[in-house]
T-cell receptor
């Protein structure tokens, strides 16, 4: 069965520090992978997506993610976080045919 | 301008009543979805529609009925409301293209509180 695991429910980093949010997926086929961000009292917004090709994909606001087939991972990174990055981040697996599987989300808190 | 409009933004209902949540998308997408988010479950898939036809239904209760009167509308009717139905309901859409069918665009949600 397909699944997405975000092992860290909460992550706290200091402003200006680097960030990595972890995501592991389980799927035997070719995955489509996404990261979404949800700011308080808002809907989810697409940060970036991976279909194929270069395993490092760039997203909005300086975010990037790296796909690793060998590790079944799609970790999200940012070189220097800002307080406005505080939000919930969801890793999502697309398996084709309009079907997606959401991770449970990681709540990021950026402290001053 | 928001491309996916959900109305109302906030909704308070009494137990046993019926409400309709409205969703309209102006992205030209063929597929639309409903998701529910509560403290118990971060994001729960409910329904998916493509070209106004039901593709998938993961909602156990028949009290939840999607309604698609136009190709860019997917409303959600909820009957016999219970306090457990309190959640934020998100509408989403996507376009049928390789790699894009699973790229979801979300509305800002309707926060439902059932008293």
């Amino acid at each position: 069965a397909q699944s997405v695991t975000q092992p860290d429910a909460r992550v706290t980093v200091s402003e200006g520090a680097s960030l990595q949010l972890r995501c592991k997926y389980s799927y035997s086929g070719t995955p489509y992978l996404f990261w979404y961000v949800q700011y308080p009292r808002q809907g989810l917004q697409l940060l970036l997506k991976y279909y194929s090709g270069d395993p490092v994909v760039q997203g909005v606001n300086g975010f990037e993610a790296e796909f690793s087939k060998s590790n079944s991972s799609f970790h999200l990174r940012k070189a220097s976080v800002h307080w406005s990055d505080s939000a919930v981040y969801f890793c999502v697996l697309g398996t084709g045919g309009y079907k997606v599987v959401f991770g449970s989300g990681t709540r990021l808190l950026v402290s001053p | 301008d928001p491309k996916i409009i959900q109305k109302p933004k906030y909704l308070v209902a009494v137990t046993g009543s019926e409400k309709i949540l409205i969703c309209e998308q102006y992205l030209g997408h063929n597929a639309m979805y409903w998701y529910r988010q509560s403290a118990k479950k971060p994001l729960e898939f409910m329904f998916s529609y493509s070209y106004q036809k039901l593709m998938d239904n993961q909602t156990a209760s028949s009290r939840f009925q999607p309604q698609s009167s136009k190709k860019n509308h997917l409303d959600l009717q909820i009957t016999a409301l219970k306090p457990d139905d309190s959640a934020t309901y998100f509408c989403a859409s996507s376009q049928e293209r390789t790699g894009d069918a699973e790229t979801l665009y979300f509305g800002s949600g309707t926060r439902l509180t059932v008293l």
